[in-house]
């Protein structure tokens, strides 16, 4: 049996926990509400806040990562085109840990006909910027999301390269 929309949110939620991030940086949809809600709606010490532009996120991780500061990113895969630029021409040469979370969009059940256009290649373009990613759908057993996204984490810390988690919230 498939997991819902809300233990594959907490999945992700465990996973970011995991991380233990200072920054929590994202880009507002309602696709990601009941992940951002489970920040948004805490008061902790952690700093969550919203970038009006994926690449001003990787811009702001970059400088964060510089500071030795753990930090994470989420955001659409209909963004992946909008941060390629600054991702390859900054913290991917210079070696700095980027990690994003990236929810999917543009499978069944899809109702923005927009979406399909970049959400459909965004493994090729991943793929063609040379930049390591991780897929979490409904292939993936529930119970290893959170462990992926923590070692996808880590993968990005030793490595000093970026690392995305590609997550499947609406469970394609």
């Not at 929810?103 to 063609?128: F, Q, V």
């Not at 462990?147 to 390269?161: D, F, N, S, V, W």
Request: net charge negative; proline share 6%; charged share 20%.
């Amino acid at each position: 049996m498939s997991a819902s929309l809300e233990e594959r949110s907490q999945a992700v939620v465990e996973g970011i926990e995991a991380i233990d991030p200072e920054f929590v940086l994202h880009l507002p949809s309602s696709t990601l509400k009941l992940v951002l809600s489970a920040f948004l709606d805490q008061p902790t010490a952690r700093c969550v806040f919203p970038v009006p532009r994926e690449e001003e996120g990787i811009s702001i991780l970059a400088g964060l990562a510089l500071a030795d500061r753990r930090a994470l990113m989420i955001f659409q895969d209909n963004g992946i085109g909008n941060l390629l630029t600054s991702l390859l021409t900054f913290p991917q040469p210079y070696h700095l840990p980027i990690f994003g979370i990236v929810t999917r969009r543009g499978g069944l059940g899809e109702y923005n006909s927009m979406i399909h256009t970049i959400s459909e290649r965004a493994e090729a373009l991943i793929d063609a910027a040379g930049v390591r990613w991780f897929q979490l759908d409904a292939r993936v057993p529930i119970e290893d999301w959170a462990p992926t996204i923590r070692r996808g984490y880590e993968l990005a810390t030793t490595t000093h390269r970026p690392v995305l988690v590609l997550v499947n919230l609406m469970g394609g």
